[in-house]
């Protein structure tokens, strides 16, 4: 958790130098140039709030927007450098930043490791069969654990029986696919 809070942070420190560099660099542009520039400008710009959201809800999506936002970023750089000329240590410095923002959002695409284990772990529940039959907490009937029916039954409300006489001793009747 809070490795992915440094990871938003730092982020938005990227976007922030991104987009005042970018910035500088327009506003160097003439006339035709600096309006087409600053639709691009806008474009991104949008780009990267509707990211900046998704990244504070823990979306994945965002990190995979930003990607392709940070590579757009990094051509439109080279363009602009290639047809105004900014100067050449500034120049780096903001297509370096756009290369580290693209690493970050890169790598963020994977899922983090503890949520892969986590959903593992549910897989490995939902196989583990304490009893032969299952019935719901809020159902009349039991199932044997293959069934449709049962597999619709939440973890939380599944009871489990070792055997038919168990299960009709709690109250429950058997279910079409009981034999
Ligand atoms: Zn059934």
Known sequence: MCGS??????????????????????????????????????????????????????????WTLLTVFFIIVFLDMIFIYAISGAEIPYFLLLLVVAVVGFSISFFNIEKPKEEVAEEEEKKVKK???????????????????????????????????NSKEEAKKAGYKAGSCVE
């Open 5 to 62: 809070k440094f990871t938003a942070f730092v982020m938005y420190i990227i976007l922030l130098i991104t987009f005042l560099g970018l910035i500088n660099m327009i506003f160097n542009l003439h006339r035709f140039a600096f309006y087409a520039e600053l639709l691009i400008f806008l474009g991104l710009f949008l780009a990267a709030i509707i990211s900046a959201i998704g990244i504070n809800n823990n979306f994945r999506w965002a």
């Open 127 to 161: 196989t583990f069969k304490p009893g032969k039959y299952i019935a719901s907490k809020t159902g009349a009937k039991y199932h044997a654990p293959k069934c449709d029916w049962a597999k619709r039954i939440k973890e939380s409300n599944a009871v489990w029986f």
